[in-house]
Nanobody, 118 residues
């Protein structure tokens, strides 16, 4: 079982920055693929970014490419999402997800709210 807890959300003005953190339980965190997803009101959950178990491979949604950076610290069992140049359309609940098997994101955090004002 993997337990994920997100933090770092809040209210920020357009153009500002936030860093989200996701703390994970489990001694094998370093073997998990990790990702961030988000869900805006009235919309489906969408992929934001992912990072491989060693942190070598990262993938981003086109909408955040060049503005967001995903990273991880396996010694701290934590994955991060640095969000810069935030836009009102980035407003959403952001979720951290873990893929322990390489096949699917089976474990999810409770989410953290990010609100970007114009």
């Amino acid at each position: 079982q993997v337990h994920l807890v997100e933090s770092g959300g809040g209210l920020v003005q357009a153009g500002g920055s936030l860093r989200l953190s996701c703390a994970a339980s489990g001694r094998t965190f370093s073997s998990y693929g990790m990702a961030w997803f988000r869900q805006a009101p009235g919309k489906e959950r969408e992929f934001v970014a992912s990072i491989s178990w060693a942190g070598i491979t990262t993938t981003y949604a086109d909408s955040v490419k060049g503005r967001f950076t995903i990273s991880r610290d396996n010694a701290k069992n934590t994955v991060y999402l640095q969000m810069n140049s935030l836009k009102p359309e980035d407003t959403a609940v952001y979720y951290c997800a873990a893929d322990p098997t390489g096949r699917a994101y089976n474990f999810w955090g409770q989410g953290t709210q990010v609100t970007v004002s114009s």
